[in-house]
């Protein structure tokens, strides 16, 4: 583990102005540890969804339970069956003659069929009824002539055990039927209620605190003067962190002076895991934030070679007197720029909020996209411009810029249904040349 003081030096080969998004993506991901055994808590399988498994998920049982019907047909011994099966020298029909088989009975889902077919009998079964003793194939009911209590078939391409679930296909008892570590999906909910689990041990979520920097900045419902702006970055932030289901704890606005400040980053540092503030890092107010960052506990990086997003600090606040003394929370000192917020958010701070919470981390699918126009990119940096894409009939993406980048027009967020994500060693793009696309659809 490192100690306070030492990371810093995991960025001494890069230069401290532009360092590689992927290069504070792998220190992030060093310093976002997950949390330890004690943190994990009981929940009833409806408030499980969304919430990080803290241990794997061993299936009690076998799923299905037995061997049943996956059709609508008739159970029968394959065993009767000619050429075509394994068990060809026990059948004495040629390989075109129709098998005939009497009806001895009914097996549906839930009532299953009592007794046992004797030799060239079968059972009437509908899909999900328990295969019955004897029989281990199913013939569907579109390929049978039934006349009284007798079907006649065709037995060419009708294998031995088809049609038929086998027990523990699903889940075999005693094998890990969910990870530690997994993001409990709508699937896995029904997955855990078919079991018979009623409840799973998660990771108590991650408490992240959060807090807008400006002494321009009016709240929602108060008068705009001018040079005033609303704050909208607390909102942006609050659903980003209410869609990876952490707890958000709001701390409002933070004046632009050093004692607010630092109350403030004291105050977010008691109870919360992280803390995440907007505005306050850019060249001017920079020194001061800073300062107090020494202050307070340590600066991991300021500037990351990014757009939007340049001015990013990262690091460690401890709520003691010294750096290294109380609690301790992982410090985002994300720009001002409502666009930039969002884009350090789903690039710098989203593996951190996963790997904290206990989750497996996962990258976000890119897809490629053929850009429809020239756009300007500078090598040395990464930017996640704001697009909008779509798939020609022939299942080709392609995708425009949304117009003017600047990160501060949010609308352009709302605009566009993707990021396009320009590598750090890219120039400027051609119209028809391949780029990344990250489509906004369910991660924003
Ligand atoms: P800063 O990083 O504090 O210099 O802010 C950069 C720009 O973002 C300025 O134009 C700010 O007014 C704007 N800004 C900062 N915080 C917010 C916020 N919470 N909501 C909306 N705009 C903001
Ligand atoms: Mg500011």
């Not at 069956?81 to 390989?95: E, K, M, N, Y």
């Not at 055990?161 to 889940?171: I, P, V, Y």
């Not at 408490?207 to 929602?220: H, K, N, P, Q, Y």
């Amino acid at each position: 583990m490192n100690t306070p003081r030492h990371f810093p030096s995991c960025v001494a080969e890069y230069d401290p102005n532009a360092l590689p998004v992927s290069a504070a993506q792998e220190i992030v991901r060093q310093w976002a540890l997950p949390r330890g055994r004690t943190e994990v808590e009981h929940v009833g399988l409806f408030n499980a969804l969304d919430r990080v498994l803290a241990e794997d998920v061993i299936s009690p049982i076998n799923v299905p339970s037995h061997d049943n019907s996956a059709m609508d047909g008739y159970a029968f011994d394959g065993a009767t069956l000619p050429s075509g099966s394994d068990h060809a020298a026990r059948s004495s029909l040629p390989d075109d003659a129709l098998l005939r088989l009497t009806v001895a009975g009914t097996a549906l889902a839930g009532q299953p069929f009592e007794g046992h077919p004797l030799a060239a009998q079968c059972v009437r079964i509908m899909t999900g009824a328990l295969i019955p003793p004897g029989c281990d194939t199913v013939v569907p009911q579109e390929l049978v002539q039934r006349t009284g209590d007798a079907i006649t078939f065709a037995p060419a391409g009708i294998v031995r055990g088809a049609n038929r679930r086998l027990a523990g296909e699903d889940l075999a008892q005693g094998q890990p039927a969910l990870r530690k570590g997994r993001i409990v999906r709508a699937s896995d909910l029904g997955l855990l209620a078919s079991l018979g689990i009623g409840g799973v041990e998660v990771q108590r979520r991650v408490r992240v605190a959060f807090f807008s920097t400006g002494d321009e900045l009016r709240s929602v419902g108060e008068g705009l003067a001018p040079g005033c702006v609303y704050d909208s970055n607390r909102y942006t932030l609050f659903a980003m962190l209410r869609r990876m289901n952490v707890e958000p704890v709001d701390l409002g606005i933070v004046r632009d002076d050093r004692a607010s400040l630092e109350r403030a980053l004291r105050q977010a540092t008691q109870g919360a895991d992280v803390v995440i503030s907007s505005g306050g890092v850019s060249v001017g107010d920079a020194d001061f934030t800073r300062d107090l960052m020494n202050a307070l506990g340590d600066v991991a990086f300021w500037k990351i070679a990014m757009r939007p997003g340049r001015p990013l600090a990262f690091g460690r606040l401890w709520s003691g007197k010294r750096p290294g003394e109380g609690e301790s929370a992982l410090f985002f000192g994300l720009p001002g720029n409502p666009v930039a917020v969002m884009a350090t958010f789903y690039f710098i701070v989203r593996e951190a909020l996963l790997a904290m919470s206990g989750a497996t981390p996962y990258s976000l699918p890119l897809i490629a996209a053929t850009s429809s126009q020239p756009i300007n990119k500078r090598a040395g940096r990464s930017e996640f411009q704001r697009g909008i894409a779509r798939r020609d009939t022939a299942g080709h993406w392609h995708v425009v810029t949304t117009g003017p980048q600047g990160s501060g027009v949010l609308s352009s967020m709302s605009e566009a249904n993707c990021f396009i994500v320009l590598k750090h060693d890219a120039g400027n793009i051609d119209a028809g040349d391949s780029v990344d696309i990250l489509p906004f659809d369910g991660l924003i």
